[in-house]
């Protein structure tokens, strides 16, 4: 059974960092895609960031772009999203996700991914 368990949220002043961390178990971890998400209350869930299997390729959204990072340790079997210069409107509940690669690299798509984690709650206030 597969889990991805994501930690690291919490309250932050506008300006301030993060660190996600999304641990995943149940699969083999070197071989998905993992990306991340949030939705902040009455919105759908947006696309954060995504990170293919060997890290060669990233991308963001346009609206995280330049402060948010997303990483990889295939060894410990965790992705992590760093997010700095943090803004009231970055405030949501973060999820993590993961898809079998196959042939695609990276996806934006919510619908590309097969497992889901609980997801983590960051605020950020003014």
């Known amino acids: 059974q597969v889990h991805l368990v994501e930690s690291g949220g919490g309250l932050v002043e506008a300006g301030g960092s993060l660190r996600l961390s999304c641990a995943a178990a149940g699969l083999t971890f070197r071989n998905h895609v993992m990306g991340w998400f949030r939705q902040a209350p009455e919105k759908e869930r947006e696309f954060v960031a995504v990170?293919?299997?060997?890290?060669?390729?990233?991308q963001y959204a346009d609206s995280v772009k330049g402060r948010f990072t997303i990483s990889r340790d295939n060894a410990k079997n965790t992705v992590y999203l760093q997010m700095n210069s943090l803004k009231p409107e970055d405030t949501a509940v973060y999820y993590c996700?993961?898809?079998?690669?196959?042939?695609?690299?990276?996806?934006?798509?919510?619908?590309?991914?097969?497992?889901w984690g609980q997801g983590t709650q960051v605020t950020v206030s003014l």
């Open positions: 996700a993961a898809r079998s690669s196959g042939l695609v690299a990276v996806s934006t798509r919510r619908d590309f991914y097969e497992y």
């Open positions: 990170i293919s299997r060997n890290s060669d390729t990233t």
